[in-house]
RNA sequence: GCCGAUGUGGCGAAAUUGGUAGACGCACCAGACUCAAAAUCUGGCGUGGCUCACCCCACGUGCCGGUUCGACUCCGGCCAUCGGCACCA
């Protein structure tokens, strides 16, 4: 029996129990269903839900309930990114041990989860700070050691003084640290780096693979691969026989143009190619770029400054003297350090020449050239001797050819990205698993001894240093080659390692014996569906695509992608902007869950909007849903005695009221069945949702002629087409109904294409294009039948009169129009 | 500067292949029910015009132009907003 008014807290808490007791969504390793994996990105731990964690989980349980219903093996599974700064921060205010604050957060925001009535396969949960994960962290690690893709070593990394950690590059905004927003700076530090850069051409190929991303992130992605083609010319140092100056660049066209030659700063020979009476000058352009922070470095307006070395190169083509500058807007991490200066071609070198006045040669030409105005477009060459008059294209090639045959040059491609700097000086994270013994220098940890458990024994409220290092029990260990004393790496590794491969360990997450095993990792991967915010279209989705090709090389799995199709949701916004503590703009997911129930927020959060989209919280949206709720269960408890759940009836028999309801039931199970599958519509899918409703308000108007058939067969439909967004409703109603099966194990309905249509339609009647008539018609008429009617109407009639007929068009089953003069 | 996305009523938005622009909802307005209110139900709701009750006419999907019997949809050229990359040679 269903209760007459409908209270979702109690119903659902109800349920919630029942669900948490039977864990009913694990996913079968062995079932002989096609696979389907729908997998959200997993959430840090911060303490509770906000909405956009409702959004993302919302979206993903959607998909996976309706792949459920329609005859899938549904992988859906959960957990948590649980290493990083904020438990270590959290930890030094409240004086508790980050592991403790974690595990607390993780079991409040468990709680919200399965409030939210997520079918997720809860025997899969994967936390990453826990040693039964990052002992796999670490495993997986000294794979890519043995293979050669981690790496140490001594470079100028990117320093955020507040978090007190070495960051990746990936990890700098705008030259700010992506946690906290202060400015980062540079340090020479010596760190583990993992070499992703030996995949740039493949995760470049690969973007073309992914069929299933959007084009945002995809360019975002070739944007931050930055592949360019170009040439390295190597120039001879007039004043030192054995120094040559190898410079990148995309212009080889215009080398003989060239005027001047630039390094960075840092450049590594600057020392060398500095005479004595520019030594001093040059030393202190070199403080100053220094101290300069990222951002002010970054600064395109910057006025351009630099001081010459004193040396001077000899450009081969021309043999022309060209004296060496340092300036800081050559950079030493791309290319080669070193910038080739043809200021006539560009429009960098042509500011800073104008300003220390050296030489304009000009060496192409083109329809738009201004004499003394700086030329960067394509044209011909001229001023080149044997390349005369050849295209900028051609050139590129022919001169580049040249310096190669000559033994002073060669094509190159650059890439923009860098390798991922992995180490962090924190304590909350994997340790790396590596120890420096005085014999044997650089050690990998042996297997057999992980995981390198975290200390316990440190003090978090130390400055400058790691916390990690006051622990006395960590520090020393014996070298696993020689069984000297030696001293462990005192860093732990980037969260983006534990997060790169936690969706490779829910396929097998409870093996203890290997990071997954290899044929079931096989079988449910890639990830058919991933769900998740665009913040990550670098961070998080490059380095995975990285680790699934490394792991792939490392002979752990067989495929090349991990997640065939993404949808990255919009932001939840509240009065225009995103909702954020700061702003005090959040919404509660447990208020709402109070008020409202989880129903409610679910079906809110997928209506306004397509996933994809930005989201406007707004209350009043909130009560909308909530009545619209409320109004489908009243239908059922009004009708409840009607209800047939075993109904039968044939169309042929049926009365025109009757069948316009049937029609209607297909056509919504049609509509909503293709907007899900056409790139998880949910706005549309629930517009349908009322229309349906609104059409079976209509049918059950007045009470005396109602087939209980049709009927039932109509509402059944409507519980099991809303049942993947509104869980705890329709599973209540379906019960209630006396039904043995919960509704989501119920299979998804199916419809007739030719009852998934109207009977009739309306005919579009246009006299040069402009509507005068509307006509309600069979289905099907032939194409003179429809003209005939059209011009046997009156409005037409009027319309045409005193003119001529030059044509008609007739589309079938929509229109007629008429064309006169 | 380069690249990507977006642009439709007061608001969120919808619209297979070009074929009724504004579905569905929010807000608002009116009516029913009520002593009253809430809830619920019914209806209305782009702009302007007219000889104004429901008819009719014109305009209307960021802007300008084109193709077409017909354009939110296709083509060309712009503009604006958001996002990514960027002294990258």
Known sequence: MLEKEYFPQKIEKKWCEIWDKENPYKADNNSPKPKYYALSMLPYPSGKLHMGHVRNYTITDVIARFKRAQGYNVLHPMGWDSFGLPAENAAIQHHANPQTWTLDNISYMKKQLKMLGLSIDWDREVTTCLPDYYKWTQWLFLQLYKKGLAYKKTAPVNWCEHCATVLANEQVIDGKCWRCDSEVTKKNLSQWFFKITDYSQELLDDIEKLKGWGDNVKTMQTNWIGKSEGSILKFKVKELDDLEIPVYTTRADTAFGITYLVVAPEYKDIEKLTTPENKEAVEKYRQNAKKLSEIERLSTERIKTGVPLGTHIINPFTGRVCPIWVADYALVDYGTGAVMAVPYHDERDFDFAKKYNLPLVQVITGDDFKEGEVYVEKGKLINSAQFDGLSCEEAKKQITQYAKDNGFGDFKTQYRLRDWLISRQRYWGAPI?????????????????????????????????????????????????????????????????????????????????????????????????????????????????????????????????????????????????????????????????????????????????????????????????????????????????????????????????????????????????????????????????????????????????????????????????????????????????????????????????????????????????????????????????????????????????????????????????????
């Open 433 to 821: 698993p590596i120890v420096y013994c005085p014999h044997c220098g650089e050690v990998a940890v042996d297997e057999k001894d992980l995981p390198v458990l975290l200390p316990t024994d440190v003090d978090f409220s130390v400055k400058g240093k790691s916390p990690i290092e006051t622990s006395k029990s960590f520090k020393y260990t014996i070298c696993p080659k020689c069984g000297a004393r030696a001293v462990r790496d005192m860093d732990t590794m980037d969260t983006f390692v534990c997060s790169s491969w936690y969706y490779m360990r829910y396929a097998d997450a409870r093996n203890d014996k290997e990071c997954f095993n290899r044929d079931i990792i096989n079988k449910w991967l890639p990830v058919d569906q991933y769900v998740g915010g665009i913040e990550h279209a670098i961070l998080h989705l490059l380095y995975s695509r990285f680790f699934t090709k490394a792991l792939r090389d490392c002979g752990l799995l067989d495929f090349d992608e991990p997640f065939s199709n993404l949808l990255t949701q919009g932001m939840v916004l509240k009065d225009g902007s995103k909702m954020s503590k700061s702003k005090g703009n959040t919404v509660d997911p447990d208020e709402i869950y109070q008020n409202y129930g989880a129903d409610t927020a679910r079906l809110f959060i997928l209506s306004d909007s397509p996933p994809a989209r930005d989201f406007d919280w707004t209350d009043a949206g909130v009560e909308g849903c909530y009545k619209f709720i409320l109004r489908v269960y009243r239908l059922f408890s009004k009708f409840q005695d009607k209800i047939k759940l075993n109904y039968s009836f044939d169309v042929k028999n049926l009365n025109k009221k009757d069948e316009t309801l049937v029609r209607e039931t297909h056509i919504s199970i049609k509509k909503i069945t293709n907007d899900i599958e056409n790139e998880f519509q949910f706005n549309t899918v629930i517009s349908r949702y009322r229309e349906f409703t609104n059409a079976i308000y209509d049918y059950v108007k007045s009470e005396n002629d109602i087939n209980d058939d049709v009927l039932s067969f109509a509402l059944l439909t409507l519980l099991k087409l809303i049942s993947p967004v509104c869980v705890f409703m329709t599973q209540e109603i379906y019960s209630s109904l006396g039904a043995k099966n919960s509704i989501h194990d119920e299979p998804w309905a199916d419809y007739d294409e030719n009852l998934a249509k109207t009977s009739s339609l309306t005919l579009i009647v246009q006299v040069n294009g402009k509507i005068k008539d509307k006509i309600e018609v069979e289905q099907d008429l032939s194409n003179s039948e429809l003209e005939q009617i059209a011009k046997n109407s009156a409005k037409v009639a009027d319309a045409i009169i005193d003119k001529q007929i030059v044509k008609t068009i007739v589309v079938p089953n929509k229109l007629v129009n008429i064309v006169v003069k």
